[in-house]
């Protein structure tokens, strides 16, 4: 059975960092894709970072330049850097993987199949 779970969520000052990162199991091999949604109360789902298993990354034009996002196949590991946040960012965040490299635009939250259960970021002003 596959989990994903998110960790390192919490509350920061605008402008501070905070990482989060997520522990996959189950998993045959891993993910085709795999990454970090959020959404924020009463807001959409929105993609924010996605890592591909070849190492090519996609980020949300929200988060370009700020955040960082990065895996490790061996310990089936997926950590996402956030720098100089903003209250804007406050949304609960979510690790998402799938197993098909058979994707159209992967910050799309359908193409996921598997979800987390989230972590909460809240940035004060």
């Known amino acids: 059975q596959v989990h994903l779970v998110e960790s390192g969520g919490g509350s920061v000052q605008a402008g501070g960092s905070l990482p989060l990162s997520c522990a996959a199991s189950?998993?045959?091999?891993?993910?085709?894709?795999w990454g970090w949604f959020r959404q924020a109360p009463g807001k959409k789902r929105e993609g924010v970072a996605i890592?591909?298993?070849?190492?090519?990354?996609y980020y949300g034009d929200a988060v370009k330049g700020r955040f960082t996002i990065s895996r490790d196949n061996a310990e089936n590991t997926l950590h996402l850097l956030m720098n100089s946040l903003k209250p804007e960012d406050t949304a609960m965040y979510y690790c998402?993987?799938?197993?098909?490299?058979?994707?159209?635009?992967?910050?799309?939250?359908?193409?996921?199949?598997?979800w987390g259960q989230g972590t909460q970021v809240t940035v004060s002003s």
């Open positions: 998402a993987a799938t197993t098909s490299f058979n994707v159209g635009y992967p910050l799309r939250p359908a193409t996921f199949r598997f």
């Open positions: 189950g998993f045959a091999d891993s993910p085709a894709y």
């Open positions: 890592i591909a298993k070849n190492g090519t990354l």
